[in-house]
């Protein structure tokens, strides 16, 4: 008995009042004597106008009820929070409106071309419960028979003329009232492009004659009604550009200056002219179009100088029309942010190496360095940092950074002798300078300077796609101060000593981005970054050609080629990335998503070098890649450190030239600002070429899947959208090596057997 009034309560029943049922819902049949084209499209269509909703239920269960009871009466409590909060009012059957319902789903079946159409309804009772469902009895689908555009022989039929081509109406498709509203706005969209400034959507009629059988001629037309105005194209007379706009502007009291026939304003004091007019689509003297306008204001946006821009029209009225053309004066405004800006931060650095600490960062930018809307960013950053969860006796793991770099965004893609605008882009091209310089201390292994120099192009031709081309990427590293302990460490091992000293990068590369992340409505969305880098192949085939003598290294007696007497490196690599995130629930501010992740790098070194720079070698393991194992704490392939010296060093050994790796999470919203997640991560990173001081490093194509690290486990996120932080417990599920204790000859154990145990990783951001 008590189970029972337990179910009754969770069921809702219990709180309905006497005489009353509880709604429950109801359900559409679309009944015809003919075939019914998109029939769950359509019982979809008439079942979203049934009303109310029901109350929710989970399992014939409705607890929200139950919550909603215990704040009847009450103004404030527990009760009341709960209600408040979590209740929800029981819905009743005396609320429906059945012949509403059933006039709305005429109102759709005759939007679909199912004319006269009958609808009833039917209540089925229940206990303390009742639904209501419905029957639409339909006959044959109208379809389109014939279509004609506008007739006249005048400016705008004659352009709406020209669109039927692509028009959405076909012949022998059914009515469909969307299509039809559809087509209103395409055409609207077309004239806008073709001078019809006031023209808008509301000013076309269709007739349709369903007066034949199941068949209907549509007839399309301008209104009468339609202002003189909007029936005519325009001609842009002046275009006006005001960068000093605010609401008090008094730029008008002054006299412009004329630049390719734009009046700008107020000088050319903080902007050259030619900078603004390059992001400029609206030309002087050119028919309007909307296109244009819109992306004048993306342009203008994206150059980073102005809070706001917006442009407006006016009828020219000192201009009188000609042969049926109008003529508009367009006004720019844009409103500047401080042109000069100093911002200082303290950071928590975390790296995929492991790397965390605190760090600082002083930013100088100046918005328009040469009057041209040039970006100038002048950073100085500084670091301490530690490496996490590192075996106690590895050398290097403290360290400090120190380095100030500079950065020149030109608005605009410098290509001597040609001027290559992108004007079918919407967002402004950048080209880039930068130079910059690194102290790096490792605390009881190494110090040394890092100096880069660069110069590219970065261009995106819609919102999901970007490229960036970078000509010149040069880095210098020079190894400086070392100690006894890293000395040694490079004598024992000669890939290290190799990649530390080849350091000079001369280095072009070549990224591909596609992006859907920025389309928020979609429910699947879809990451991939594509990149190719190469270094020292001009500088090896110019010395090979000059007969240049390569140079002795006595180290190893390697011998290769020298860039100012210092060996470069010569490779090249490709970095993949393909990332899925599909949204469980459909409401697009949620965050419940399965986000999936797949990485694929190799570098190939060769001809003047032997390994891969040391800085462009890759790691696997830590917060942000394979979070059941420590960074670099994984690899190459079935290595494992078999001394204690070697444990010690695994940071700088588990490194590599190959890399593959896999990861899946969910991720669920919990409460305000906190979300969960549940992941596993597969990965690993392999050697091209055999090393006999990482014994099973090399890639081999026919078992890398089976030395894959595995890893699961669960995690918490405080995210408040500006800052995530993320507490990550992962527990390792497959070594790629034998876990076993490791034995010298004489049968005595050198390195204990391996310990499984949960890892926590602290971070932050998203992994991916």
Same mark, same amino acid.
């Given at each position: 008995?008590?189970?029972?009034?337990?179910?009754?309560?969770?069921?809702?029943?219990?709180?309905?009042?006497?005489?009353?049922?509880?709604?429950?819902?109801?359900?559409?049949?679309?009944?015809?004597?003919?075939?019914?084209?998109?029939?769950?499209?359509?019982? =979809?269509?008439?079942?979203?106008?049934?009303?109310?909703?029901?109350?929710?239920?989970?399992?014939?269960?409705?607890?929200?009820?139950?919550?909603? &009871?215990?704040?009847?009466?009450?103004?404030?409590?527990?009760? &009341?929070?709960?209600?408040?909060?979590?209740?929800?009012?029981?819905?009743?059957? +005396?609320?429906?409106?059945?012949?509403?319902?059933?006039?709305?789903?005429?109102?759709?079946?005759?939007?679909?071309?199912?004319?006269?159409?009958?609808?009833?309804?039917?209540?089925?009772?229940?206990?303390?419960?009742?639904?209501?469902?419905? =029957?639409?009895?339909?006959?044959?689908?109208?379809?389109?028979?014939?279509?004609?555009?506008?007739?006249? $022989?005048?400016?705008?039929?004659?352009?709406?003329?020209?669109?039927?081509? /692509?028009?959405?109406?076909?012949?022998?498709?059914?009515?469909?009232?969307?299509?039809?509203?559809? %087509?209103?706005?395409?055409?609207?969209?077309?004239?806008?492009?073709?001078?019809?400034?006031?023209?808008? !959507?509301?000013?076309?009629?269709?007739?349709?004659?369903?007066?034949?059988?199941?068949?209907?001629?549509?007839?399309?037309?301008?209104?009468?009604?339609?202002?003189?105005?909007?029936?005519?194209?325009?001609?842009?007379?002046?275009?006006?550009?005001?960068?000093?706009?605010?609401?008090?502007?008094?730029?008008?009291?002054?006299?412009?200056?004329?630049?390719?026939?734009?009046?700008?304003?107020?000088?050319?004091?903080?902007?050259? /002219?030619?900078?603004?007019?390059?992001?400029?689509?609206?030309?002087?003297?050119?028919?309007?179009?909307?296109?244009?306008?819109?992306?004048? @204001?993306?342009?203008?946006?994206?150059?980073?100088?102005?809070?706001?821009?917006?442009?407006?029209?006016?009828?020219?009225?000192?201009?009188?029309?000609?042969?049926?053309?109008?003529?508009?004066?367009?006004?720019?405004?844009?409103?500047?942010?401080?042109?000069?800006?100093?911002?200082?931060?303290?950071?928590?650095?975390?790296?995929?190496?492991?790397?965390?600490?605190?760090?600082?960062?002083?930013?100088?930018?100046?918005?328009?360095?040469?009057?041209?809307?040039?970006?100038?960013?002048?950073?100085?950053?500084?670091?301490?940092?530690?490496?996490?969860?590192?075996?106690?006796?590895?050398?290097?793991?403290?360290?400090?950074?120190?380095?100030?770099?500079?950065?020149?965004?030109?608005?605009?893609?410098?290509?001597?002798?040609?001027?290559?605008?992108?004007?079918?882009? $919407?967002?402004?091209?950048?080209?880039?300078?930068?130079?910059?310089?690194?102290?790096?201390?490792?605390?009881?292994?190494?110090?040394?300077?890092?100096?880069?120099?660069?110069?590219?192009?970065?261009?995106?031709?819609? @919102? =999901?796609?970007?490229?960036?081309?970078?000509?010149?990427?040069?880095?210098?590293?020079?190894?400086?101060?070392?100690?006894? %302990?890293?000395?040694?460490?490079?004598?024992?091992? !000669?890939?290290?000593?190799? +990649?530390?000293?080849?350091?000079?990068?001369?280095?072009?590369?070549?990224?591909?981005?596609?992006?859907?992340?920025?389309?928020?409505?979609?429910?699947?969305?879809?990451?991939?970054?594509?990149?190719?880098?190469?270094?020292?192949?001009?500088?090896?085939?110019?010395?090979?050609?000059?007969?240049?003598?390569?140079?002795?290294?006595?180290?190893?007696?390697?011998?290769?080629?020298?860039?100012?007497?210092?060996?470069?490196?010569?490779?090249?690599?490709?970095?993949?990335?393909?990332?899925?995130?599909?949204?469980?629930?459909?409401?697009?501010?949620?965050?419940?998503?399965?986000?999936?992740?797949?990485?694929?790098?190799?570098?190939?070194?060769?001809?003047?070098?032997?390994?891969?720079?040391?800085?462009?070698?890759?790691?696997?393991?830590?917060?942000? +890649?394979?979070?059941?194992?420590?960074?670099?704490?994984?690899?190459?392939?079935?290595?494992?450190?078999?001394?204690?010296?070697?444990?010690?060093?695994?940071?700088?050994?588990?490194?590599?030239?190959?890399?593959? %790796?896999?990861?899946?999470?969910?991720?669920?919203?919990?409460?305000?600002?906190?979300?969960?997640?549940?992941?596993?991560?597969?990965?690993?990173?392999?050697?091209?070429?055999?090393?006999?001081?990482?014994?099973?490093?090399?890639?081999?194509?026919?078992?890398? @899947?089976?030395?894959?690290?595995?890893? #699961?486990?669960?995690?918490?996120?405080?995210?408040?959208?500006?800052?995530?932080?993320?507490?990550?417990?992962?527990?390792?599920?497959?070594?790629?090596?034998?876990?076993?204790?490791?034995?010298?000859?004489?049968?005595?154990?050198?390195?204990? #057997?391996?310990?499984?145990?949960?890892?926590?990783?602290?971070?932050?951001?998203?992994?991916?």
């Amino acid at each position: 008995m008590a189970a029972g009034l337990l179910a009754s309560g969770c069921s809702g029943t219990k709180f309905i009042p006497d005489g009353a049922k509880l709604y429950t819902g109801g359900a559409v049949k679309v009944k015809s004597d003919n075939t019914i084209p998109n029939e769950a499209t359509l019982t =979809t269509e008439l079942t979203s106008v049934i009303a109310p909703k029901p109350n929710s239920s989970i399992l014939g269960l409705r607890p929200k009820l139950y919550f909603w &009871h215990m704040g009847v009466g009450k103004t404030k409590g527990l009760g &009341h929070w709960l209600a408040d909060k979590y209740g929800e009012k029981p819905v009743l059957l +005396s609320e429906v409106d059945t012949q509403q319902v059933k006039r709305l789903m005429v109102n759709r079946l005759n939007n679909n071309g199912y004319f006269k159409p009958t609808v009833s309804s039917k209540v089925a009772v229940k206990g303390a419960t009742a639904k209501v469902d419905y =029957t639409a009895l339909v006959g044959k689908p109208y379809t389109i028979k014939e279509i004609h555009f506008p007739e006249r $022989d005048t400016l705008i039929d004659r352009a709406i003329r020209a669109t039927e081509s /692509a028009s959405l109406l076909k012949v022998g498709d059914p009515y469909n009232l969307q299509t039809f509203v559809n %087509e209103r706005v395409r055409i609207d969209g077309v004239l806008k492009n073709q001078g019809y400034y006031y023209f808008t !959507p509301d000013y076309l009629l269709f007739q349709v004659d369903s007066t034949l059988d199941n068949q209907v001629n549509v007839y399309l037309k301008v209104k009468a009604t339609t202002p003189p105005r909007a029936a005519k194209p325009y001609v842009l007379n002046n275009v006006t550009l005001n960068t000093s706009y605010n609401l008090s502007d008094t730029t008008q009291n002054q006299k412009p200056i004329i630049y390719e026939k734009y009046r700008y304003f107020p000088d050319e004091k903080v902007f050259k /002219a030619r900078a603004i007019t390059n992001a400029t689509f609206l030309y002087p003297d050119s028919l309007y179009r909307r296109r244009r306008s819109d992306q004048t @204001l993306s342009r203008l946006m994206s150059l980073g100088t102005f809070k706001f821009v917006d442009i407006r029209f006016r009828p020219a009225r000192a201009k009188a029309d000609s042969a049926g053309y109008g003529f508009l004066n367009s006004f720019v405004r844009m409103t500047q942010v401080p042109k000069q800006s100093l911002r200082a931060e303290v950071l928590l650095v975390s790296k995929s190496n492991g790397f965390t600490g605190p760090g600082f960062q002083v930013q100088y930018r100046n918005r328009s360095a040469l009057r041209g809307a040039e970006q100038l960013l002048i950073n100085l950053t500084g670091t301490f940092e530690n490496q996490t969860q590192s075996n106690t006796n590895t050398i290097g793991v403290t360290s400090y950074e120190l380095g100030v770099d500079a950065q020149l965004l030109v608005p605009r893609l410098l290509t001597p002798p040609f001027d290559i605008r992108l004007r079918n882009s $919407d967002f402004q091209p950048r080209t880039s300078f930068g130079a910059g310089y690194r102290y790096v201390q490792r605390v009881g292994a190494f110090q040394e300077d890092v100096v880069s120099l660069n110069y590219g192009y970065t261009w995106k031709t819609k @919102l =999901t796609n970007e490229q960036e081309l970078r000509p010149i990427d040069l880095q210098y590293i020079r190894l400086g101060t070392t100690s006894p %302990e890293f000395d040694q460490l490079l004598i024992d091992r !000669p890939f290290l000593a190799n +990649s530390f000293r080849q350091q000079f990068i001369l280095g072009s590369s070549y990224r591909y981005t596609y992006n859907q992340q920025a389309l928020e409505q979609r429910r699947n969305q879809i990451y991939f970054s594509g990149g190719i880098e190469g270094s020292g192949n001009l500088a090896y085939l110019v010395s090979n050609l000059a007969g240049r003598e390569k140079v002795t290294n006595p180290a190893d007696n390697s011998q290769a080629y020298t860039f100012f007497n210092q060996e470069f490196s010569q490779y090249t690599k490709v970095d993949l990335e393909l990332r899925n995130y599909f949204r469980t629930s459909t409401n697009p501010t949620s965050g419940n998503k399965i986000a999936t992740r797949l990485l694929i790098g190799a570098g190939i070194p060769y001809l003047n070098s032997k390994v891969l720079p040391y800085l462009k070698q890759y790691g696997i393991g830590g917060p942000n +890649s394979v979070r059941a194992f420590a960074a670099r704490g994984i690899g190459p392939g079935t290595y494992r450190p078999a001394t204690a010296r070697e444990t010690s060093t695994q940071f700088y050994d588990q490194v590599g030239d190959v890399r593959v %790796e896999a990861n899946a999470e969910y991720r669920q919203d919990l409460f305000p600002y906190v979300k969960g997640a549940l992941f596993v991560d597969a990965g690993n990173i392999w050697l091209v070429n055999p090393d006999d001081r990482r014994p099973g490093g090399q890639f081999d194509a026919k078992s890398f @899947l089976k030395q894959l690290a595995v890893g #699961a486990g669960a995690g918490i996120r405080i995210d408040v959208q500006f800052f995530v932080i993320r507490f990550d417990v992962a527990y390792p599920l497959r070594y790629p090596f034998d876990t076993g204790a490791i034995k010298d000859v004489n049968n005595n154990e050198i390195v204990g #057997a391996v310990k499984s145990s949960p890892r926590l990783n602290i971070a932050i951001g998203y992994p991916f």
